[in-house]
């Protein structure tokens, strides 16, 4: 057998061998898909925010009842209701309606009418 042959069967042994050990990729952007450490909170403990920080993430589950103009919409769990600050990035081309139950991951922003949550990202229930 020639060195260019074996050295084709060679390169296609290594090829076909790491594309059974290589893992399955997602779609480009994606991220990691597992258990995460951050807790659920509730309005009522957001809105008590002088023992959060401000800028600090949160996860709250509810739904986002009411549309209040520009990116600012109504958010109610079974605590209570508070502002969340929606921009289109968030959305990530869903639509929600009030009777979707969400989770709303977000920081805590301290302005002089309260606390509200911009909120980086809505996952459905």
Same mark, same amino acid.
């Given at each position: ?49 002088? /023992?959060?920080?401000?800028? =600090?993430? @949160?996860?709250?589950? %509810?739904? +986002?009842?009411?549309?209040?103009? *520009? ?23 869903? /639509?929600?309606?009030?009777? =979707?139950? @969400?989770?709303?991951? %977000?920081? +805590?922003?301290?302005?002089?009418? *309260? ?11």
């Amino acid at each position: 057998m020639s060195n260019s042959l074996k050295g084709m069967i060679l390169a296609l042994s290594v090829l076909g061998l790491a594309a059974c050990t290589t893992p399955p990729q997602t779609s480009l952007g994606g991220g990691f898909d597992g258990p995460h450490q951050q807790t659920v909170m509730t309005v009522s403990q957001v809105e008590k925010a002088s /023992v959060i920080d401000e800028g =600090q993430m @949160v996860l709250l589950r %509810g739904h +986002i009842v009411q549309a209040l103009g *520009g990116e600012d919409y109504r958010f109610r769990d079974e605590s209570g209701e508070m502002t969340l600050i929606v921009p289109n990035s968030a959305w990530a081309g869903r /639509v929600v309606t009030p009777q =979707q139950r @969400v989770s709303v991951q %977000g920081r +805590i922003i301290k302005e002089f009418d *309260g606390v509200k949550l911009y909120t980086i990202a809505i996952r459905l229930d």
